[in-house]
């Protein structure tokens, strides 16, 4: 709670009882963030909301100085070109801004073929490694370890499902051997409230060229091995299983 316990001894020097608490520097939260519950100042959130996106982070793990959140739920076509919209106002895009004006032209010409161009539910594929990397960098976003990842995958599952959700139960948490992906949030979410972390859409990692999780695509026995990896070239654009789910981190102010 952050609250100095200081005393005087009988001699009225001050003293600090060693069963002081520390004080913390609050978290710093940024002004487009949306905190969710009564979190106070110096303890970090469970989850928020970035205005500027819609997506909604939950918190993976924290430390001292810094937790790390991950998305609940694969990128969908609306939260994507609001981040589109929200990397081309950011100073930071000033030499991709011409690309980024491109990708959203292409993203959108592309939605529009299947359904609303900012479809709130369905999650946005054709996404490559790079357009997911900068996108989400200019907008104070990051793609995920596979440790982060994984970490997120097994929260408040239990200790026997190896691989993240019970082999037993993989129909209800996972979409697989579809021949299209699902609207977000139609399986169950796993324990630490994630959603699809398991089938729906590959997801790009920040290690190399991995992208994890399975897909709509893929059979049980892929879903069932531990993280089911799969490794392709960071490029690819033209393939519609390949999304993502942002990461993202929150520090303690220096004062």
Sequence with gaps: ?????????LAGNAVVSEHAWKVMPPVGVPDHVTIEGNA???AFPTAF?????????????SGESAARYLAETEVTCGQWLAMLDA???????????????????????????????????????RISWESADVVSRCVGYELPTIEL?????????????????PEASIDE?????KGSPSAVKQ?????????????????WCSDSCVQIGGSYLSRRPELLSI???????????????????????????SD
């Design 227 to 253: 993280y089911s990896r799969n490794t392709v070239a960071r490029t690819t654009v033209n393939e519609e299983p390949y999304g993502f789910r942002p990461a993202m981190t929150l520090e303690r102010t």
């Design 40 to 42: 106070p100042r110096d």
């Design 187 to 203: 399986k169950r979410p796993n324990g630490g409230g994630f959603y699809d972390m398991h089938g729906n859409l590959w997801e």
């Design 87 to 125: 990397a081309l106002a950011s100073p930071d895009s000033a030499d991709d801004r011409a690309v980024l004006t491109k990708k959203k032209a292409g993203f959108e010409r592309f939605n529009r073929k299947s359904g609303p161009v900012d479809d709130p539910v369905q999650p946005q594929g």
């Design 149 to 165: 990842w994984a970490l997120a995958c097994r929260s408040g599952m239990p200790a026997s499902a190896e691989f993240g959700c």
């Design 49 to 61: 909301v970035d205005d500027r996106t819609g997506v909604r982070f939950l918190i993976v793990e």
């Design 1 to 9: 709670f952050g609250l100095s316990m200081d005393f005087e001894d």
């Design 173 to 177: 948490y996972a979409v697989y051997g």
